[in-house]
Nanobody, 122 residues
Framework: QVQLVESGGGLVQAGGSLRLSCVAS????????MGWFRQAPGLEREFVAH????????YYTDSVKGRFTISRDNAKKTTYLQMNSLKPEDTAVYYC???????????????WGQGTQVTVSS
């Protein structure tokens, strides 16, 4: 069983930056692909980025490419989401997720954190 705890959310002005962290406990972190998702009010949860356990390959949804960077530190059992040039439309609760598949489908992630709120003011 893997437990995930996100942190780093907050209120930031448009154009600003935040770095989200997700610390894992239980399980073997280095054997899990880590993903970040977000859910804005009234909308469905959407995929943001993932980083695989096999090669640390990263993949991003189009709306965050060039602005967000996902990374992982296996020794610290932590994955990060560096968010730059934030826009009001990035406002959402951000969740991290973990799954042992190399490239899990969005609905296949086994483990989820509780989320951290990111609010971007205009």
């Amino acid at each position: 069983q893997v437990q995930l705890v996100e942190s780093g959310g907050g209120l930031v002005q448009a154009g600003g930056s935040l770095r989200l962290s997700c610390v894992a406990s239980g399980g073997t972190f280095s054997s899990y692909t880590m993903g970040w998702f977000r859910q804005a009010p009234g909308l469905e949860r959407e995929f943001v980025a993932h980083i695989t356990w096999l090669t640390s390959s990263a993949y991003y949804t189009d709306s965050v490419k060039g602005r967000f960077t996902i990374s992982r530190d296996n020794a610290k059992k932590t994955t990060y989401l560096q968010m730059n040039s934030l826009k009001p439309e990035d406002t959402a609760v951000y969740y991290c997720a973990a799954d042992p598949r190399v490239v899990p489908k969005n609905d296949e992630y086994n483990y989820w954190g509780q989320g951290t709120q990111v609010t971007v003011s205009s």
